[in-house]
């Protein structure tokens, strides 16, 4: 069993940043690839960032490339999405989630997520 649980949500002015962090649980969390998705209420769930096993290869929406950045620490079992440059329209709950396939874009090739962080961004 794989838990993943995100932290570092909060309220924040346009043009400010916040690091959101997912920490995993279970030992096979440094084989996998990680990706982060976001929902808003009324909207479906979107593809933010997605990074490889090794953290070598990353990949972002076209909303986030130039202001989000994904890193993970396999020894802490940890996988990053750091926001900069916030937008009211970023507002949304970040889910971080477990990859079956890397820079995948589909949440149906994420198996295991976590509850989310909620982000709010004021303008």
């Known amino acids: 069993q794989v838990q993943l649980v995100e932290s570092g949500g909060g309220l924040v002015q346009a043009g400010g940043s916040l690091r959101l962090s997912c920490a995993a649980s279970g030992r096979t969390f440094s084989n996998h690839a990680m990706g982060w998705f976001r929902q808003a209420p009324g909207k479906e769930r979107e593809f933010v960032a997605a990074?490889?096993?090794?953290?070598?290869?990353?990949y972002y929406a076209e909303s986030a490339k130039g202001r989000f950045t994904i890193s993970r620490d396999n020894a802490k079992g940890t996988v990053y999405l750091q926001l900069n440059n916030l937008k009211p329209e970023d507002t949304a709950v970040y889910h971080c989630a477990r990859g079956l396939a890397e820079g995948s874009r589909w949440i149906h090739n994420y198996d295991y997520w976590g509850q989310g962080t909620q982000v709010t961004v004021s303008s």
């Open positions: 990074i490889s096993w090794n953290g070598v290869r990353t």
